[in-house]
């Protein structure tokens, strides 16, 4: 039997820029690490070891080939504390079946039926934007608000905003505190002694409250509406004919509106940013959108398809800001790649945002050109160069949902406004679980 090799190391004497570099400063520490050790390396913490790598073919491998032994990363307990054991954070056969339940819910003719309710969101937008033109304004924050009342709408069409502001409320301080002790674990103690702990579990219980209530509101009224929460409820196993809990329930929920918010929230930001950055693209997706949609008209579901520079645009903004720019996994057995040993319980850092700026996989990567994903140019380029909803079988169950979403606000936020760029404000990514804007992006609107 060959030897295996061992995977390039980062040197013992480096730790303290190792632990500085996982912790807050990955983006340039990857950086780091490739120039001397290549595009896949071992981490060395001291305490612990971590593999990364930007390897496309590695990541490929790891999250699609031999998925099988490969698990979600420790970092995902953590949500587990809000989440529960939903979609994202749960593992093997619950998981299977919990997403063989939920997978139609994403169909087609569904999202179809939720267009509606996001038209509605989108409509309200756009006049409360009317109302801030000439005055400078955060887009991540307004994004933020926006892709909250979408998904919400989604998931609960309940008539009383009051209930969606407050379990938006809830889900913000849940949010914000995952972020924290899954961005620096070792804070945790200090946490129970400032209070943020119990602010926390203060929010959960709120959360829940609300979430429970709608859900009974829901069974006792006997009205079946068109939201998630309907279809969820009603979704039923194949071979059993078992419906979910509501513990169940609750889980996929929370974890529906906490990964389906934020992601395509900076997503949008940051494409509004690329764009008013290259004023050319703007030109040329405005021109699209007014020959489709002439004279300020709303697009139907249909027309989005059509909307193909809209499209484009999004998908370059993903590429250069990936929202997940980072996926977690852990080996669950000894495994192999490419001759390099990969030893089991290994946590990994599959950094999508590190592939999507290699040039070995695109020319000029730091450039903002949507061209790159017109039909004939993405053809030729194999898919597992491009993942920002991840691939394999833990695949974003909502990639669709976020689609539609992101081409609806952009292309008529596009159709009606324009921006100017604070020039006097640096924007500044901060790699959080997401991609966030630092500091936010300033916009005027004109
Ligand atoms: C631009 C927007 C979005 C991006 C970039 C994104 C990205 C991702 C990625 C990369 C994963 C895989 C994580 C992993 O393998 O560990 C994922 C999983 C997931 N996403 Fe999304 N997502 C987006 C929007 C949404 C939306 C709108 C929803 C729901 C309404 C959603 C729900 C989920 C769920 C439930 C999972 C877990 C799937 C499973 O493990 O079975 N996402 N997402």
């Not at 301080?173 to 103690?189: D, R």
Request: proline share 4%; charged share 25%; aromatic share 10%.
């Amino acid at each position: 039997m060959t030897k295996l090799k061992k995977m390039p190391k980062t040197p013992k004497v480096k730790f303290l820029r190792a632990i500085k570099g996982v912790s807050s400063d990955m983006l340039n520490y990857s950086t780091e690490i490739k120039k001397t050790l290549g595009d896949t390396a071992q981490i060395d913490l001291g305490y612990l070891q971590l593999y990364a790598s930007s390897n496309a073919d590695f990541i490929k491998y790891v999250l699609q080939t031999n998925q099988k032994n490969y698990g979600k990363s420790r970092a995902y307990n953590a949500l587990k504390l809000g989440l529960g054991n939903g979609l994202v954070t749960s593992k093997g056969s619950f998981w299977r079946k919990q997403r063989r339940l939920a997978q139609p819910v994403f169909y087609k003719k569904n999202l179809e039926n939720l267009f509606q309710d996001m038209g509605r969101s989108t409509t309200e937008f756009l006049e409360y934007l009317e109302g801030k033109r000439g005055t400078t304004i955060d887009i991540s924050r307004e994004m933020m608000n926006v892709t909250a009342t979408i998904v919400l709408r989604a998931l609960f069409n309940v008539e009383q905003s009051e209930s969606l502001d407050q379990i938006y409320k809830s889900m913000d301080v849940t949010q914000e505190y995952l972020m924290k002790i899954i961005g620096n674990p070792i804070m945790q103690p200090w946490y129970k002694i400032n209070g943020e702990e119990k602010k926390f579990y203060n929010a959960i219980k709120d959360l829940d409250q609300l979430v429970y209530t709608i859900m009974n509101n829901r069974r006792d009224s006997q009205e079946k509406k068109n939201d998630l929460l309907q279809m969820l409820m009603d979704a039923e196993d194949a071979d059993t004919g078992e419906k979910m809990t509501d513990l169940q329930l609750r889980d996929e929920l929370v974890t529906l509106f906490s990964a389906g918010h934020e992601t395509s929230s900076n997503a949008l930001s940051w494409t509004f940013y690329l764009l008013c950055k290259n004023p050319e693209t703007i030109q040329k997706l405005r021109a699209g959108i007014n020959e489709k949609l002439p004279d300020q008209r709303m697009p139907s579901f249909q027309d989005l398809r059509e909307l193909t520079y809209t499209r484009q645009g999004i998908e370059e903004g993903m590429r250069i800001y990936p929202p997940a720019w980072i996926i977690g996994r852990r080996a669950l057995e000894d495994d192999e790649f490419n001759g390099f040993a990969i030893k089991k319980d290994v946590n990994m850092l599959l950094e999508i945002y590190g592939m999507h700026h290699s040039t070995t996989y695109w020319e000029n990567p730091e450039a903002f050109n949507p061209d790159r994903f017109s039909p004939e140019v993405a053809k030729k380029r194999p898919k597992h160069h491009y993942l920002p909803f991840g691939a394999g079988p833990r695949m974003c169950i909502g990639n669709h949902f976020a689609m539609m979403e992101m081409q609806l606000l952009l292309a008529t936020i596009m159709q009606r406004f324009d921006f100017e760029l604070d020039v006097n404000h640096v924007v500044e990514v901060d790699p959080l679980i997401t991609l966030r804007p630092k500091n936010g992006i300033l916009l005027k609107v004109k």
